[in-house]
């Protein structure tokens, strides 16, 4: 089956450090890939959409200039927190769909620990 | 606003047991209904999928049930086993007709302990 893979798994760093999440989809070209955040106990909320060349679309409060993220191929999408601090830490999931009516994959997720 | 609601928000129950997850939602019009499992520190698993039209669909001993008309779904897990202890996610594809994607809307989720 499809299959997405996230990297890193776990990333600890200091506050201020700026920490790059790697998204790819192994055996099918994701024309849209979705980043995700949860917090302990509670449902995944939508970040960003991005299609592969355009520019991602934010949801409503997530800071563009924040969260940078970059879908350069049709396999690879990453997303960069620029200055972490310790209420970005959280768990980032991506996703990717080949196609508009394709189901979505999830990765297995980041967990962003700032100090 | 579109929302699915799940319930409970956590159960507990034994080995061998069977136990019934609750999910209502308000989008409409939808696109399909999914239900996920979570492990803990991991993605969501795609377990059923089923469209409007579907009333019920079975993976292995995992079966979900739709009922397009109340709006209200539910997973039923038959004998469980230790490995079911993880959070199930109920997930409601709307269906945005401006710009052409589906967005997901996903419950809260249900955090389901098997103990031996």
């Known amino acids: 089956g499809a299959v997405v893979s996230q990297h890193p798994s776990w990333v600890i760093c200091k506050s201020g450090t700026s920490v790059k999440i790697e998204c790819r989809s192994l055996?099918?070209?994701?024309?849209?890939m979705f980043w995700y955040r949860q917090f302990p106990k509670q449902s995944l909320m939508l970040m960003a959409t991005?299609?592969?060349?355009?520019?991602?679309?934010?949801e409503q409060g997530v800071e563009k200039d924040k969260f940078l993220i970059n879908h350069a191929s049709l396999t690879l999408s990453t997303l960069t927190v620029t200055s972490a601090h310790p209420e970005d830490s959280s768990f980032y999931i991506c996703?990717?769909?080949?196609?508009?009516?394709?189901?979505?994959?999830f990765g297995d997720g980041t967990r962003l620990s700032i100090l | 606003k579109n929302q699915v609601e799940q319930s409970p928000q956590s159960l507990i129950i034994l080995e061998g047991k069977n136990c019934t997850l609750q999910?209502?939602?308000?989008?409409?019009?939808?696109?399909?209904l999914r239900w996920y499992k979570q492990d803990t520190g991991r993605g969501p698993v795609s377990l059923t999928i089923?469209?409007?039209?579907?009333n019920t669909k079975s993976n292995g001993r995992y079966t979900a049930t739709l009922d397009a008309d109340t709006k209200q779904s539910s997973l039923h897990i038959t004998a469980s086993q230790l490995s079911d202890s993880a959070s199930y996610i109920c997930?409601?594809?709307?269906?945005?007709?401006?710009?052409?994607?589906?967005?997901?809307?996903f419950g809260a989720g249900t955090r389901l302990a098997v103990h031996p």
């Open positions: 996703s990717a769909r080949e196609g508009v009516n394709q189901p979505q994959h």
């Open positions: 055996d099918f070209q994701a024309t849209t």
């Open positions: 991005s299609n592969e060349g355009s520019k991602a679309t934010y």
């Open positions: 999910c209502n939602y308000t989008v409409s019009p939808f696109s399909n």
């Open positions: 089923m469209t409007f039209s579907e």
């Open positions: 997930v409601v594809t709307d269906i945005m007709f401006s710009g052409g994607y589906n967005k997901l809307i």
